[in-house]
């Protein structure tokens, strides 16, 4: 949420709110002049809060609701990677495996359960 004094004088609050966290890091060792091994890291997690306006599909008309609509993200990846090269550095080849998992878990007011993939 935006903090108050950031607000002009004549704006409310309107309660949204976004985090993220994201870490992240890269590894690498040289076997040799012409080989390097490389471990590449990484890690996202993000909340978002909002207070969004509903539309009634009986009735047409729009409301908001007492609870806010929530929104997370996880994201985990990660990469192992060898280099090759060659003719003084002048060629390089780059072998990889990637790995990646991600999750999301979303709610609105009136959810019976909360819907989720991962």
Do not use: Q
Not at 53 to 80: C, L, Q, W
Request: overall charge positive; aromatic content about 10%; some cysteine.
């Amino acid at each position: 949420m935006t903090p108050l004094e950031l607000l002009p004088p004549d704006r409310k609050a309107i309660g949204n709110n976004y985090d993220n966290m994201t870490y992240s890091t890269k590894l690498g060792v040289d076997v040799n002049e012409n080989l390097t091994l490389n471990g590449v890291a990484r890690y996202t997690d993000a909340d978002a809060c909002a207070l969004r306006r509903y539309v009634d599909p009986v009735a047409f008309t729009s409301f908001r609701p007492r609870h806010r609509a929530r929104k997370s993200y996880t994201s985990s990846s990660r990469r192992g990677e060898a280099v090759w090269s060659v003719l003084n550095g002048g060629s390089k080849s780059y072998f990889g495996i990637n790995y990646t998992i991600t999750g999301n878990y979303n709610i609105s007011p009136g959810d019976a359960a909360p819907p989720s993939t991962r």
